[in-house]
């Protein structure tokens, strides 16, 4: 009679098992979609903005531009140009960032850095373990009574 009952207090213990298994992964797989999800959310945001910046800087640079071309001719002083030079860097580095293939390229440099530059991307000591928190947690802590 004990057997019987152990074997399927077994069974059903292996089966629970397996189901905490599952249900693991299952939450793992909805965790790693749902960053995903807010990485991918955030790099359309970072686009967008780069693109609304475009647009009011293109104005601001297209004013500044005439503006400094017509001062330079009149005053015929070729170093009122000067300022458009800084500024067209800026507004190609946004179009390229909003239009153009900076994110790729800049995604492939950070898949060759994680490929071959792995050293760069360590931490300064070390990972942190729950026991480095535990003890800055202590430290900080003004209520923590050590037993």
């Known amino acids: 009679m004990g057997f019987i009952f152990s074997k399927s207090m077994n069974e059903n213990m292996k089966s629970q098992q397996e189901f905490m298994i599952m249900n693991a992964r ?5 965790q790693l ?11 359309a945001m970072q686009i967008a903005w780069s693109r609304e910046f ?4 293109g ?4 004013i500044a531009a005439v503006s400094l071309t017509a001062g330079a001719i009149k005053k015929k002083k070729p170093a009122f140009l000067l300022p458009i030079v800084p500024l ?3 507004l190609t580095y946004q179009y390229d960032m909003g239009y153009g293939t900076l994110i790729q390229r800049m995604k492939g440099e950070a898949e060759n850095i994680l490929e071959t530059e792995k050293s760069k991307l360590q931490l300064p ?3 942190i373990t729950f026991e480095n928190l535990e003890k800055a947690r202590r ?6 009574i050590d037993k």
Not at 26 to 30: S, V
Not at 54 to 57: T, V
């Open 26 to 30: 299952l939450q793992l797989e909805r």
């Open 33 to 43: 979609m749902m960053q995903n999800e807010m990485r991918e959310r955030q790099m």
């Open 54 to 57: 475009l647009k009011y800087f």
């Open 59 to 62: 104005t601001f640079f297209g």
């Open 88 to 90: 067209g860097f800026v």
């Open 125 to 127: 000591k070390g990972m």
């Open 139 to 144: 430290e900080q802590s003004k209520f923590f």
